[in-house]
């Protein structure tokens, strides 16, 4: 049989922090179609309105009583059937909770690819119902974290269409470097947000750059929590140690991974049940050779050997993360150390191009099911 023709569903287009989306897109094979901006898709990927003013009033004139969801609805599956799509892969639940009843009246097989905050956000959650239509009929349920895995069962996800799908990473971007050449200089890269608690990972440099003021900090990336820690880093008199670039090009994270010593990140479960899945950028620090320094949240101990690739801490241990910092910005060798087991993990198990190739598989069979 020729490789099934496959639609990707993006609720969110052209993010920046959603790598992985933008690898399946671009590295699949068969991708046929791609459809973006909302659970229940209102563009195409090149931003194009599946239908537009004019086009819905048309649709209302023909049709009396049709809601705008119904239209929509009709336009995303006549675009399946124009593109002969075999296999659709919904990423996020709330997507694949949108796109089933599609797919059921297509009879098209339908893959869902959870993340993170779609498997345990309390209000995600309540407003899919639990994902009650998703979790029993989906041809496959994939997941990034064994936590992932056991929360879907407990949803009452069926065993057998679970899918451990570990995050790749382009190893020939994030090459192996030495952390023990590089000076006490630490790393973060992600989102300001509640989930990645940056004000906790500041809070533990703050302890050890106390013990050390050679050591130095820089948090990349943007988010609704950057001015509040811009805020923090003043108060705390560390406007000199720490560096807030904003968000910066996944080639920049690659050179700053490349001039750091060590990696740091304190995710933490929010109010609302917030998680992460694996963090990509935890695994970036990996192939690029870098211990990580992080705390026991989600899919992060699945992937970060504590005492062997990294130093790991309970969500919130903020003394614990500054100490462990503390014990790599004094051995240089430990850090190249656990660096070379950290690259070593990643050749092993997060090659991107065989994570692509589990999830073409995956795709693959559900349209044999």
Known sequence: ????????????????????IAAHIARLQAVEL???????????????PLLSEALWQRVRRKVSGTSFEQALSARVAKLLKAHRINVVLAEYGPTGEAMWPICERMGLPLVVHFHGIDAFHVKLLADNKGYARTLPNAAALVVVSHEMEEQLLELGAPRDRLHYVRYGVELDRFQAQRPDQAPPHFLSVGRFVDKKAPALTLLAFHKAWEQDRSMRLTMAGNGPLWESTR?????????????????????RVAELMAASRAFVQHSVV????????????????????????????AGIPDVVEHGVSGLLCGEREVDVMGEHLLTLARDPALALRMGQAGRAR?????????????LQGILAAATRS
């Open 231 to 251: 805020q923090l880093v003043k108060a705390l008199g560390l406007e000199a140690a720490v560096e807030l670039p904003g968000a910066v090009s996944h080639d």
């Open 270 to 297: 929010t109010a609302d049940n917030d998680h992460e899945g694996t963090p990509l950028s935890v695994l970036e620090a990996m192939a690029s050779g870098m211990p990580v320094v992080a705390t026991r949240h």
């Open 346 to 358: 990643a050749e092993r198990d997060h090659r991107q191009q065989d994570r692509i190739a589990q």
């Open 1 to 20: 049989m020729s490789t099934p023709r496959i639609a990707i569903i993006s609720p969110n287009r052209n993010a920046y922090s959603e790598t992985f």
């Open 34 to 48: 791609v459809l973006t901006d909302g659970h229940l898709p209102k563009r195409t990927a090149t931003g194009e």
